[in-house]
């Protein structure tokens, strides 16, 4: 299995995902994303909407080489074709796995994450949790 799903699987279990439109829309609007993943077959619609609310909202935004049957397997959830995750340091780590693989493509996001996650840990900011 791809460490870039597993990933997304770990932020599941740990409740730190954010899982289709509506769902993704409002962590993003609560200030708790701090990534925002479209899958490589999500519809235009759904697209543009979360590059929308997550650029608009300061939230870091990718569209990944996955498809929603992927993401659907690893989250449990049917085939959403967005996600969030809301950990700062699985999305640090999800952006790193990425870039290894496609640099050019998702390098400058990882090192965006990367700093974000180095500040957030100087500063002794306790790590963000969706309240259940």
Request: with cysteine; glycine share 10%.
């Amino acid at each position: 299995m791809d460490h870039c799903l597993q990933l997304i699987g770990i932020a599941r279990k740990a409740g730190l995902l954010a899982v289709g439109s509506e769902a993704v829309k409002s962590s993003v609007r609560a200030g708790k994303a701090s990534l925002v993943v479209t899958a490589t077959d999500a519809s235009e619609g759904s697209t543009k909407r979360a590059r929308y609310s997550s650029e608009s909202s300061g939230v870091i935004y990718v569209d990944v080489p996955y498809t929603k049957f992927e993401i659907g397997n690893i989250t449990g959830r049917g085939s959403p074709g967005t996600v969030a995750i809301l950990d700062i340091g699985l999305a640090a780590g999800f952006m790193r796995k990425l870039a290894a693989k496609e640099p050019e493509r998702y390098g400058e996001a990882a090192e965006l994450l990367e700093e974000k996650s180095r500040r957030r840990a100087e500063k002794g900011v306790s790590r963000r949790r969706i309240e259940v």
